[in-house]
Every structure is written in C-alpha cells, then in structure tokens.
T-cell receptor, first 110, second 114 residues
Framework: SQQGEEDPQALSIQEGENATMNCSYK?????LQWYRQNSGRGLVHLIL?????REKHSGRLRVTLDTSKKSSSLLITASRAADTASYFC??????????FGSGTKLNVKP | DAGVTQSPTHLIKTRGQQVTLRCSPK?????VSWYQQALGQGPQFIFQ???????QRGNFPDRFSGHQFPNYSSELNVNALLLGDSALYLC?????????????FGPGTRLLVL
C-alpha cells in the first residue's frame, strides 16, 4: 500500500504555538498534497509540493518533503483556534489517484 | 466561480437498496474522482472519470459504479447497500488528467445505511 500515514494522530496546543504534523509514505510519488477537513466536511486544499521540491511556504504554512526518507512535514506557525481541524497528507503516483492517511486531529485551544 | 458541488447532502437508505450520488466539477475541470471516507478515517479512492470513461479504480467491489456526462458532471451508484457503506462520499475535480494537479473537493454526501 502507498498510503501516507500522519503522525501524531492527535495534537493539542495553545493558540499562538506552532503545530507540526508528519507524513510518511511507502512508494515513489509525483507530488504530495496537504488538506484540511473541518468536522467531517469537504477537504480544503492547503499546499502541493512536487517530488523535486524540498520546501514550500504558503502564509503561515511550511511544508517540507524528503523523498529519501519518504516523509513530509506540515508546520503551522502562530496557530489560531480556527486552525482546529483534521489534517491529511495525500500522495499522488498515478494521474491524481490519491492515497490519504488517517489524518492528524489538531485542537488549538484559545 | 462555483466550486465542486454535490447532491444530496445527506441520505438515509436501508440495506439492499440502491443509491445515486451526484457531483458537478469546478468550472473548467474535466476529471472527476470519487472517494469514500468512513468515520475517523482518511478518504479512500473509489474511481476516476475522464472523457466519460472510468480511468482508474481503487479496491472497491463492482457494486460501486459511476458515470460521467458530456458536461463533465458525474454520478456514483452503489447497489445492494451494506451497513458498511455508511460513510461520507466525496467528489473531487481537477483541471486535467496529469500529474501534479490540485484536486478540489466538494462538501460531500453523508450516506447512512440502516
């Protein structure tokens, strides 16, 4: 299976702190994407990083990719209560056929 | 610009029944994928449609079938419903069937099978 697996499964932090989530996968990928999901609703795309990229930034988000270790991390800086959600990594090896992990549930306490 | 839309939002069925879920992709997108998300799990790829044909399929039985129309909208059909089919069904669209394209997800249809 090529599924990405997020770590930790759950994370609870105070507002203003940074949150780091990790994703590991098993086979070669073309790109990796991070998504956010609020309360079992639709997924919101956060950031895409291609296999030839090592780091990408978008606002308060920073994503790294280490293809040699088959891992990625998502850093949310200066977290807010509104960041409370589940975060998923998704790996793409075949024309947008994505494999998702089981997600990290982030709780940001005000 | 409307995003991905899905209907209905919620659905209750009984075992053995059949269900049809609908999806309209984001404007300009021609590739539609369907995912099943069980409670507490990540989405699982069901299949993908492009040019009105099923192009890729995940590990789902033949009870799951689909269709894509000339306007790129899509339907997911599930026959002989089982209790285990209860889940959030997500539709995602992308601009074209290539690597590295962002998928945009709809809000999902929550199906409960009793």
């Amino acid at each position: 299976s090529q599924q990405g697996e997020e770590d930790p499964q759950a994370l609870s932090i105070q507002e203003g702190e940074n949150a780091t989530m990790n994703c590991s996968y098993k086979t070669s990928i073309n790109n990796l994407q991070w998504y956010r999901q609020n309360s079992g609703r639709g997924l919101v795309h956060l950031i895409l990083i291609r296999s030839n990229e090592r780091e990408k930034h978008s606002g308060r988000l920073r994503v790294t990719l280490d293809t040699s270790k088959k891992s990625s991390s998502l850093l949310i800086t200066a977290s807010r209560a509104a960041d409370t959600a589940s975060y998923f990594c998704a790996t793409d090896a075949s024309f947008n056929k994505f494999y998702f992990g089981s997600g990290t549930k982030l709780n940001v306490k005000p | 610009d409307a995003g991905v839309t899905q209907s209905p939002t919620h659905l209750i069925k009984t075992r053995g029944q059949q269900v049809t879920l609908r999806c309209s992709p984001k404007s300009g997108h021609d590739t539609v994928s369907w995912y099943q998300q069980a409670l507490g799990q990540g989405p699982q790829f069901i299949f993908q449609y492009y040019e009105e044909e099923e192009r890729q399929r995940g590990n789902f039985p033949d009870r799951f079938s689909g269709h894509q129309f000339p306007n790129y909208s899509s339907e997911l059909n599930v026959n002989a419903l089982l209790l285990g089919d209860s889940a959030l069904y997500l539709c995602a669209s992308s601009p074209r069937r290539q690597f590295g394209e962002t998928q945009y997800f709809g809000p999902g249809t929550r199906l409960l099978v009793l």
